[in-house]
């Protein structure tokens, strides 16, 4: 028998593989974990619990996916958008934002409740908020659905369109106050949300989807926002044409209602001529250009000629736009150079599209003069295989990703800026890239290859003095199973990679390419959908007012067994913080705060739901929510209510050096074990999950009627396992209270007979 200690200091392995079971001899296995649910791993090393979700509001229509985008005017003006089926709405200082203040006046204790609002130019279907009433407060704090309005009156429906019936309320006094959630309208369908990609500048957002023209999202307030298909500026245009046809218009100055005549249709859409969808397609013709705004047939259509063509006598020096409903429009978009950047169109899925330099709308290349640096471009990439372009970075170099391999575009050399005359494009790689943007994540691209399994990392290395990908899901491939969905990067307070998966889990990458820490986490939502686990369909990241990133997520979950679908965000979590009430580790959460009361409302999005409480610093008895409310077992003054989820942190098979070697398949026992830990309390250790031992808190000095105090420190226990040849250490945290494992002391019995 031998009697050893082991040190597990650093969790910086991440969740590893279960392939790697066996394979104690790399670096990475002492510092992995066979699981790490719900805790995140840090830089530094440590694991921590990670914090809850706070919820903000339910999508417009929780029957259908939505998904989150980030908007960023500056570093204190950003806003989350909501985009859903031919919709946004917006989201700002962790709020939705509103409009439309509009008095209430009256209130009926009937079913449905009638709203008298005088002028209130409400719509059916809107969805609002009420606040303020006096008397009938039931109605306050919710969101309804406007039915059957007239001038000054509005019925009002659950947001599932179920009336709400005030049979039963207190009866109106006054005041009140109705706010309308705040929406504009798009093109873009429930199935096109996921492949929508955009770049922006100050407030302007420009997006591209290759079904729909480029459109861009300009804001001007809070709630004043516009989308609008871009005019773009002479170009870009197809290659000129080299057939025998002619087209012959009835004018060439500037204006409407111009007709053009085709000689034939050879030239003109591989031959099929002019079709209905190339109403808004740009046509350039001798010096100007103008743009199609109806089609006859395949040799006749109508025009606006927007720049004077020179003549009106039939040509055959005329050339197509690039971007139509006929030819496809693009499907990336980025800033370069102070240049827009697009690529990759349905008819030229390998073609990159620049703008002229500072002048983003701007397309003419200038093909009948000479050629000025700052004149836009149309490049197309040549390589051995047609692959369309996926994604576009920029950092030195613009980084661009293809269906098979990754290229570099540059002015050909360092620090040379990209001209029409100069540009260079290398190829990198040949992994080939997933339809999904990249992050660039410090001097590295972070992409998903084309099987949407594994993240590279797309990096200059100077001893080939090139471009590598290594495959960043090498040691943790289990991590990315079913393929990743969408990708967000939290750059603070520490660097973590967000990405959803395809079966609804939420996976996070903590990333310090400096400290070379790859940690792979995984993280289920409280709550169910169905029989199974919450799910997470969209992730985004925001930077807010105090420069830290934070992380929004939609969430999908079953309550009271209807489909809901709610827009939330991960709370802050300050190491430094020891105040118990301040304390957020519940999912879907609300906050209480005022006076002591024992009865908490406005969980209406919980209802049904079995809840977990935190009521002044201190966990309390799990409630179920019913009618919106629950009912505390002692008054609080500060109570957060939410969604209850498990932390759980698995070592690897312990590789302690028994008398002659490993320990590892040789009987052992872990006797006791110390855990250092940071201001954490509640914790749960065991050899597996049917044997776990709460560790004690509170000590006599602890008052009885105050919150357990945060602990760091070491807690030294007796370890509850037998003699076996696993030795697995489990660490968990199931109540609303942090934890933060620095290392982990076991000290085990070997048999080395």
Known sequence: MARVAVQLTNFTGGELSPRLDGRNDLNKYSSGCKTLENMIVYPHGSAARRSGTQFVAEVKNSAAKTRLIPFEFSTTQTYMLEFGNQYIRFYKD??????????????????????????????????????????????????????????????????????????????????????????????????????????????????????????????TG??????????????????????????????????????????????????????????????????????????????????????????????????????????????????????????GTKDQPQTLFFSKSGDYENMNENRGGTVADDDAIIYTIASNQVNAIRFMTATRTLIVGTAGGEFTVSGGGTDVAVTPTNILIKKQSNHGAANLDAIAAGNATLFLQRAKRKIRELAYNFDVDGYLAPDMTILSEHITEG??????????????????????????????????????????????????????????ALPTDDAEY????????????????????????????????????????????????????????LEGQTVSILADGSTHPDKTVSSGSITLDRSSTKVKVGLPFTSLLQTMRLDAGAANGTSQAKTKRIYDISLRLYESVGVEVGPDLQNMERIPFRSSADSMDTAIPVFTGDKEIEFRGNYETDGFIFVRQTQPLPLTVLSLYPNLVTNDG
């Open 94 to 219: 962790n709020g939705q934002i509103l409009e439309s203040d509009v008095t209430i006046s009256g209130a009926t204790q009937a079913n449905p409740v009638v709203i008298t609002a005088t002028g209130h130019s409400y719509d059916n279907g809107d969805e609002i908020s009420i606040t303020g009433v006096v008397g009938m407060t039931e109605l306050n704090n919710k969101r309804y659905l406007v039915a059957n309005k007239t001038t000054n009156t509005f019925e009002i429906t659950n947001v599932d369109g179920t009336n709400i019936n005030g049979t039963g309320f207190t009866a109106y006094t006054s005041g009140g106050v109705a706010n309308r959630v705040y929406e504009i309208s798009t093109p873009y369908l429930t199935a096109e949300l996921f492949d929508i990609k955009f770049a922006q500048s100050a407030d302007v957002m420009y997006i591209t989807h290759p079904n729909h023209e480029v459109e861009k999202l300009s804001r």
């Open 483 to 540: 393929g990743i969905t969408q990708m967000a990067y939290q750059q603070e307070p520490n660097q973590i990679v967000w990405m959803t998966r395809d079966d609804g889990e939420l996976i996070g990458l903590t990333y310090q390419r400096e400290q070379q820490v790859t940690a792979w986490h995984r993280q289920i939502f409280g709550g169910s959908f169905g029989s199974g686990n919450a799910v997470c369909e969209s992730v985004a």
């Open 222 to 343: 809070h709630t004043s926002w516009t989308l609008a298909d871009v005019d773009f500026t002479d170009g870009p245009y197809l290659d000129d044409n080299i057939t025998t046809t002619t087209l012959n218009p009835s004018a060439h100055t500037v204006g409407t209602g111009i007709t053009v005549v085709a000689s034939a249709t050879t030239g003109i859409n591989g031959g099929s001529g002019f079709q209905s969808t190339d109403v808004g397609r740009l046509v350039r013709f001798g010096d100007g250009y103008g743009k199609i705004t109806a089609v006859a047939d395949t040799l006749n259509f109508t025009m606006e000629i927007l720049e004077d063509m020179g003549s009106s006598t039939a040509s055959t020096n005329w050339s197509l736009g690039s971007f139509s409903d006929t030819t496809g429009h693009p499907t990336c978009v980025t800033f370069f150079e102070q240049r827009l950047v697009f690529a």
């Open 550 to 605: 934070q992380v929004w997520v939609i969430v999908k979950r079953t309550i009271n067994s209807v489909t809901r679908r709610y827009v939330e965000y991960l709370n802050g979590f300050d190491f430094t913080e020891t105040d118990n009430t301040t304390f957020n580790f519940l999912d879907s959460q609300l906050n209480y705060n005022g006076s002591a009361t024992t009865t908490i409302t406005g969980l209406d999005h």
